[in-house]
């Protein structure tokens, strides 16, 4: 009589929700060179056919950038570069971004923000000042996302209200009646739905009709979310990482969007034409813990490309 069962356990089926999947279709996620590096197979981990951001740090050359759009994109995935105009010396440097990565990977897309860097490295300070050169259009971009804010910016309004980043987004959504490209507001990650589905509504009250796509924080500890909050300036729905810090059965367990998301597609579900339309998630956690928890909790819509 055999004294131990070594018989496998069936591994539990989990159920998906309809609401977050149709709601997690074409999410798109964030990488740097670096990260990027360190992932063998993205076709492990992501769907068919989703857009990557490559995230461009003050310091890092252009040719890593163009390197890393080379490889996504002969992986299947179109890529969407950042482009800071913070860190753009000139436009000579910003034709020759445009040529190379168009040159070398095929680029089509660009994210354009003022970028994290304090004093301008030349000709340019806002994204506005790049969509102004005409670059993008002449050189046929299908797609052209700049950055929204729900919950403010203190670096863009330092006193507390949000009078520069509504006038950004006015002189936008101009922009968005005369460019080919379409575009979108990709914004910053937060983390109460109550508060990006008010600033997504309030958008629609003051004519502004460029689709969202909403800023997601992906699986990581606490103590890394709140570091990387407080750096990026995340507002009042920091306190909802505070409140879970002092919980003490939760302080040691990694922070999961699960609930956010599932607001948000309830809401979408209940309200089609709700113009967030995409979820964009900054894996501060991973790419592949990112990948896995939307694996895990998207079903179909999410699978990876060779599953």
């Known amino acids: 009589m055999a004294l131990l069962s070594f018989k496998k356990k069936t591994d539990a089926v989990k159920t998906v929700s309809p609401e977050v999947e149709a709601f997690l279709q074409g999410y798109s996620i964030e990488v740097m060179p670096r990260t990027a590096a360190k992932v063998e197979d993205f076709r492990a981990l992501l769907p068919e056919g989703t857009r990557v951001y490559i995230a461009h740090i003050e310091g890092t050359p252009i040719e890593e950038m163009v390197a890393t759009a080379k490889r996504l994109n002969e992986d299947g995935y179109p890529v969407m ?16 971004w445009i040529a190379m990565y168009q040159g070398e990977a ?29 670059l993008f259009d002449k050189a046929g ?20 209200s949000t009078k520069n980043v509504d006038d950004a987004l006015r002189w936008k959504q101009k922009f968005s009646e005369t460019t080919d490209a379409k575009m979108a507001l990709a914004t910053q990650f937060a983390f109460e739905s109550k508060q990006m589905i008010a600033w997504a509504d309030s958008l629609k009250e003051a004519g502004i009709d460029i689709p969202v796509h909403i800023g997601i924080a992906g699986p990581a500890k606490l103590q890394t979310l709140i570091k990387f909050a407080i750096a990026c300036g995340v507002g009042p729905s920091l306190k909802v990482l505070q409140k879970r810090a ?20 309830a809401h979408k579900a209940a309200n089609p034409d709700f113009n967030i339309e995409k979820v964009h998630f900054f894996p501060l956690g991973g790419i592949k813990t990112n990948a896995n928890w939307a694996i895990d909790n998207g079903g179909a819509s999410t699978a990876q490309a060779n599953a």
Request: proline fraction near 8%; hydrophobic fraction near 35%; aromatic fraction near 4%.
């Open 81 to 96: 570069p950042h482009f800071p105009a913070r860190i753009i010396k000139d436009q000579a440097t910003l034709e020759n």
């Open 141 to 160: 971009f299908t797609n052209l996302h700049v950055a929204g804010h729900p919950e403010g910016n203190k670096d863009i309004d330092p006193d507390g």
């Open 106 to 134: 095929d680029v089509k897309q660009a994210l354009l923000l003022a970028g994290g860097v304090e004093n301008p490295h030349g000709d340019y300070h806002c994204s506005m000042q790049l969509l102004e050169t005409g």
């Open 246 to 265: 002092m919980d003490v059965s939760k302080l040691l367990l990694p922070y999961e969007p699960t609930d956010v998301i599932a607001e948000l597609a």
